[in-house]
């Protein structure tokens, strides 16, 4: 079991409020995941252009000239903005791959949780109201962004094993369920050269997504062959630079609820999770369809993609 | 009327102050507000009590239930009624998956969508949902009455047993060994209750039955690949 929330805003005049929000709807879904949790934010795209998140369990040592440091191997100015044991690395969009090479040489031990131009990802073990708290993000801004409680059934609690996973640049997946050919699906994977760190199940359907992708699939695409390839339970929601998406296996026993109204679509595991939404009362609410790939962004109208389960 | 505030109460407390209620109680009318979204809210009670839940429910709503009245003014969460075994529950909204599951017995009445699984196992408990149905509904239904004013979708019955189908919309498919039925004058009396008592506004004649096959009922060999 896992807890998932989302919340997307069509209303600008939300969007200082949308970490408070999306705390609440993190922390009612404590129940369905108390031992690690995680949030995916997308806000206001980094001043130089593109920006990583790292996470260290040594943050003091490891974060104390990391910008310098970076922006010296790369030949560019790089800001280090630190939140906890996490630190957001901003610099120009075409360094992001070199800055991410010469990281794993110069700081081996620091691991990358995001890449792209406006995503941050947070993730620790630990209570969900904990997590949120430790990095603040009642206080941060965007226009919209995942949460992810987890209750750990396919490998071990760590910060890795938690969720989001980041897929692409700007993309990243969160899943409730259990997937059953994670294993043979890794050494498929690995194979084909697609770096996976964990034992973790959801890990794998993160790095299947961006496999897709990286061989020409849209991330609509990936996600409908999602429903082939990948055996076991799921709900996944993906975040993109600008919208969100829902996809359920086709057996849909993992639940899932939305609203939508006005000013927001809103993603949770289970109703309460969206009870302290404004105008919640009178939005229009629903479960979404199984083996059914739902978008939501903000460049484009909301789109569905059906497939026969 | 006892109205309870359930954020103020707890769930415990107004589980156990319901379950206090005996055959003879004077407090018949129970109003539950402030539901957001809590699971379990007025399961396993026994007594001829009529509650209502202002607002929507989570997991289990109603589940257990004998004698009571139950009204939902919202939308229901998983296993709304899930094994009750008399008495009433009216969901105003929408119902999650297993709606009804393994009930033995009452009514259940949807006036909104239910999702999948709706009826899975139900052992001779009423459904009437006023709108459409999800995938594997009734699967390995035993007895009872489900009544889908809507549309049903994949794999209505599946492994069924005695349980009556009736369905007004379409029906995306049927099940392992669930088959159209013929509608008898037995089948339209059982109907126009049914829809009476849900406070349904639809005629029995345009519904059509589904049922068992019995083609499933004891292993044959020769019907290994339909389990």
């Known amino acids: 079991m896992c807890g998932i929330v989302g919340l997307f805003l069509k209303d600008k005049s939300l969007e200082p409020k949308l ?44 974060f104390a000239s990391i910008g310098d440091e970076l922006g010296h191997a790369i030949g560019a100015n790089v800001k280090a903005e630190r939140n906890d044991t996490h630190a957001v690395l901003s610099m120009p969009a075409d360094k992001i791959a070199h800055a991410r090479e010469i990281l794993s040489e110069i700081r081996p031990d620091v691991r990358v949780m995001s890449a792209g131009s406006s995503l941050e990802i947070y993730k620790e073990v630990g209570l969900p109201k904990d997590v949120a708290a430790r990095f603040h993000v009642e206080k941060m801004s965007g226009t919209h962004g995942i949460g992810h409680t987890r209750m750990a059934t396919e490998s071990a609690v760590t910060t890795m094993g938690a969720h989001p996973f980041n897929t692409g640049s700007d993309q990243c997946l969160v899943h409730n369920g259990s997937l059953s050919n994670h294993n043979s ?5 690995r194979r084909n050269g697609i770096l996976i760190q964990t034992e973790n199940d959801t890990e794998v359907g993160a790095a299947y997504l961006t496999w897709k992708m990286q061989n020409g699939a849209t991330l609509g695409e990936a996600l409908e062959s ?41 993603f949770g595991s289970e109703y309460r999770a969206l009870v302290n939404l404004p105008g919640i009362e009178t939005a229009r ?8 790939v739902y978008f939501w962004s903000h460049s484009d109208d909301p789109t569905k993609i059906e497939k026969a389960a | 009327m006892q109205t309870i505030d359930l954020e103020a109460k707890g769930l415990r407390a107004l589980n156990e102050q319901l379950h206090a209620q005996t055959a003879d109680t004077n407090q018949t009318a129970w109003e539950i507000v402030n539901a957001r979204g809590s699971h379990a809210i007025a399961v396993g ?29 919202g939308s229901a969460g998983p296993g709304v009624g899930e094994n009750m075994m008399s008495g009433t529950i009216v969901v105003d909204g929408d119902a999650s998956q297993y709606a009804g599951a393994t009930g033995h017995g009452g009514l259940l009445v949807i006036k909104g969508n239910a999702s999948s699984r709706c009826g899975i196992s139900m052992k001779g408990i009423d459904i009437v949902v006023h709108g459409n149905i999800g995938h594997m509904s009734a699967f390995m239904a ?54 009476e008592r849900a406070g349904a506004d639809a005629k029995p004649e345009e519904f059509t039955r589904y049922g068992s096959a019995r083609n499933l009922y004891n292993f044959d060999v020769d019907n290994a690949s339909a389990y």
């Not at chain 1, 934010?41 to 943050?59: L, R």
């Not at chain 1, 996944?236 to 359920?248: A, I, N």
């Open chain 1, 285 to 292: 609410v629903w479960e979404p369809e199984p083996a059914t």
């Open chain 2, 45 to 73: 009670l026994d007594a001829p009590i009529e509650v209502t839940v202002k607002g929507s429910t989570g997991y289990y709503c109603g589940g257990m239930n004998k004698q009571a009245t139950i009204n939902v003014h």
């Open chain 2, 142 to 195: 035993q007895s009872g009455n489900l009544v889908v004013l809507g549309d049903a979708g994949d794999a209505l019955g599946d492994s069924c047993y005695e349980a009556r189908l009736f369905v007004r919309g379409k029906v995306k498919s049927l099940g392992a060994d669930c088959e159209e039925k013929e509608m008898r004058p037995e089948h339209i009396e059982i109907l126009k209750d049914l829809l």
């Open chain 1, 226 to 266: 999602s429903l082939d390839d990948l055996d076991g339970f799921f709900t996944f929601v993906v975040g993109t630079k600008d919208g969100f998406g829902v996809v359920r296996d086709p057996i849909a026993c993992k639940p899932a609820v939305m609203a939508e109204t006005d000013q927001y679509v809103a």
């Open chain 1, 185 to 189: 699906l890794r050494r498929k994977l």
């Open chain 1, 19 to 62: 970490g408070e929000m999306l705390t609440d709807m993190l922390v009612t879904m404590t129940d369905r995941g108390p031992d690690s949790a995680g949030i995916a934010i997308y806000g206001n795209g980094s001043d130089e252009g593109a920006k990583i998140t790292v996470q260290s369990d040594n943050a003091d040592k490891d």
